[in-house]
């Protein structure tokens, strides 16, 4: 492009030029609008040969503070994505090893608790303990207790009622119910008779059941004890008589307890 096709600007012959530049060094002449010294200092790049739109304006840039590096990735309402929602607390390693536990027992087979119930009595409260904390939290029945009737009802697991009935547990369940023989003490002596029990699918249901059922009207006392004193002791002597007719019931149950330490294995949880 030409000088001569820009406005403003004049044709000098070479004579004139050079005559021009013994005078003075060459100015390049600026468009009025682009005068204003004030107007200058806005461009970081000025040249008398661009329309004032093609020039580039340099504005002060504001420093960004990022709080939150995956607001980098917020998808865009435009396309019809959900806003990011808040995030929910991370799990610490206890809700993890609860998590997997509860699954666990879940798929548990009958033979498997069996084997540890023989082999390994830490490990047999070990794998029902996840349960037995979840049924302290929404039922109020003390996880040691729920760990110690577990071992007592089912002899180690030697001989789950219907396969998973580990606490004796009569009547109907979710999985129906079954016929076997049992010992009941009746009026100051031992009987056999038969009686049916509840059958589960799984372990973990077995443990639910297990804690509801202390909120059928019978063991009123004993719960509501525990909610203010948390004494699983006496949540024991609450129960005597009622969910067992063995007289010696509460006292098993306390020696499984602390046989085994049951209360730390519990208290070390830090769930309940």
Do not use: C
Not at 6 to 19: E, F, M, R, V
Not at 242 to 252: E, G, L
């Amino acid at each position: 492009m030409s000088q001569a096709s820009l406005p403003g600007y004049s044709l000098l012959s070479p004579q004139q030029l050079l005559q021009a530049k013994q005078q003075a060094p060459l100015a390049v002449p600026v468009r009025p609008q682009l005068a204003d010294p004030a107007l200058l200092a806005r461009f970081s790049r000025i040249s008398a040969l661009l329309a004032p739109d093609q020039l580039t304006i340099q504005q002060p840039i504001a420093p960004v503070k990022l709080s939150n590096p995956l607001s980098l990735f917020k998808p865009s309402v435009s396309i019809g994505l959900r806003p990011p929602q808040a995030s929910s607390p991370a799990l610490g390693m206890g809700d993890l090893r609860h998590r997997s536990g509860i699954d666990s027992l879940k798929t548990m087979n009958p033979a498997t608790l069996k084997e540890l119930g023989q082999r390994d009595k830490e490990a047999f409260f070990a794998a029902l303990l996840p349960a037995a904390i979840e049924s302290e939290k929404e039922f109020g029945v003390p996880a040691e207790l729920t760990l110690a009737q577990a071992a007592l009802e089912s002899g180690w697991a030697r001989s789950p009622i219907g396969g998973y009935n580990i606490f004796g547990i009569k009547g109907s369940g979710p999985a129906g119910k079954t016929s076997v023989d049992t010992k009941e003490f009746l009026n100051g002596q031992w009987v056999q008779m038969k009686d049916g029990f509840a059958k589960y699918h799984n372990f973990y249901e077995a443990t639910k059941e297990h804690g509801e059922l202390f909120h059928n009207g019978y063991y009123d006392k004993a719960v509501n004890q525990f909610s203010k004193d948390r004494s699983t002791y006496a949540f024991i002597d609450n129960i005597q008589g009622i969910y067992a007719t063995d007289p010696k019931y509460s006292q098993k149950i306390k020696s499984i307890i602390e046989d085994h330490g049951l209360t730390e294995m519990v208290s070390r949880t830090g769930m309940v």
